[in-house]
């Protein structure tokens, strides 16, 4: 499957799976963040349940760390179709590691989802509003984004302030933004027409966007959450909220085709 195949908007995905888990240590000594169960699932289970409900086909994902464990534990998902891209000669950070992966993506915007990002559906789903909200003609990227009151665990001073209109911009240094960003989006890959080789932030195309005036941003309407040290797992579960992940996952999988 290559880019130059026809898809439909939010056909293909990018799953972000390389990175080190250090702030995850000590759980991530042995296995790569990806792996870290919460409610008794994987992070990148819960994550790919979330694509498979959004009629997701194909996701590539990418390996670095403990690459094997990974790659031996997605060799059992049957939908959708798992494509692994191989980073242990380099860690590509988030902007190389999409760009790295783009033949294997699509022609139309995909999904890009952070491992770590858990989060409560409301109705329709997230991904859902998200393909809905797409407008071609004014955006190259839309970002989801939850609001800082609403970020269950979260203690930073938000990422960016967003308009009525959808437009973003970042929060002034010093300075605390609405929103925070949750790791999950829509991107169209012409935004990566011109980007540097090898590794770089998606930040640098962030503010490519920013400049253009085509990074617009989604409101979350439930509640979101980063799983990134093992304290975000204690306050997910303690407040109840991993059991509701749980419930509609459960639900959900009830529709679909299972991936073991």
Request: charged content about 20%.
């Amino acid at each position: 499957m290559t880019a130059s195949s026809k898809s439909a908007i939010g056909d293909r995905a990018m799953l972000l799976a390389a990175g080190l888990g250090v702030r995850m240590r000590p759980l991530t000594d042995e296995r790569p963040k990806p792996l870290i169960e919460v409610a008794g699932m994987a992070l990148i289970d819960h994550a790919l349940q979330r694509l498979r409900n959004a009629q997701v086909t194909s996701v590539v994902v990418n390996v670095h760390y403990k690459a094997d464990m990974l790659k031996a534990h997605l060799a059992s998902v049957l939908k959708p179709e798992i494509i692994i891209s191989d980073e242990q000669a380099e860690l590509l950070e988030t902007g190389g590691g999409i760009a790295k992966a783009l033949a294997h993506l699509s022609d139309a915007p995909f999904f890009v989802v952070n491992t770590d990002s858990l989060w409560i559906e409301s109705t329709p789903p997230a991904l859902q509003r998200l393909k809905s909200a797409w407008n071609d003609e004014s955006m190259d990227m839309l970002l989801l984004l939850s609001p800082t009151d609403n970020s269950l665990g979260y203690r930073g001073n938000g990422d960016f302030f967003c308009a009525d209109d959808g437009n973003i911009s970042r929060k002034v240094e010093g300075q605390g933004a609405p929103f925070v960003f949750t790791g999950v989006y829509l991107v169209h890959p012409r935004i990566f027409k011109d980007a540097p080789g090898g590794k770089f932030s998606m930040n640098l195309l962030f503010d490519k966007a920013i400049a253009a005036g085509r990074l617009k941003g989604l409101l979350h309407d439930g509640i979101w959450m980063e799983i990134n040290t093992p304290e975000a797992i204690k306050i997910a579960e303690s407040a109840g909220i991993i059991h509701k992940i749980k419930n509609q996952d459960s639900v959900s999988s009830n529709a679909v085709s299972p991936s073991r």
